[in-house]
């Protein structure tokens, strides 16, 4: 079993950014592709981005293409979302999820999920 554990949420004023953390322990070795999803009052989880090492692979919503960047330091099990030119819309509990498999990013096809951190973005 994998333990994720979010940090670096908070109140951020539009157009301002935010670094969130995720930290990774347990059967690390078990996974290959670490992600982001968001989810808002009243909407359902959506994804963020995510990045596939074993495909050198990174993925984005269009939603935050061009302001967010997902990235890994390997030795320290960590997966790192830069936030950038927040908008409101970006108001959310975020998410740090983790699988094994192919290019696929539902919810439902990860297994490990952290326990949230909420991003707030005022206008």
């Known amino acids: 079993q994998v333990q994720l554990v979010e940090s670096g949420g908070g109140l951020v004023q539009a157009g301002g950014s935010l670094r969130l953390s995720c930290a990774a322990s347990g059967r690390t070795f078990s996974m290959n592709t670490m992600g982001w999803f968001r989810q808002a009052p009243g909407k359902e989880r959506e994804f963020v981005a995510a990045?596939?090492?074993?495909?050198?692979?990174?993925s984005y919503a269009d939603s935050v293409k061009g302001r967010f960047t997902i990235s890994r330091d390997t030795a320290k099990n960590t997966v790192y979302l830069q936030m950038n030119s927040l908008k409101p819309e970006d108001t959310a509990v975020y998410y740090c999820a983790a699988k094994t498999g192919g290019p696929r990013y539902l919810p439902d096809d990860f297994n490990s999920w952290g326990q949230g951190t909420q991003v707030t973005v005022s206008s």
């Open positions: 990045f596939g090492w074993s495909f050198g692979r990174t």
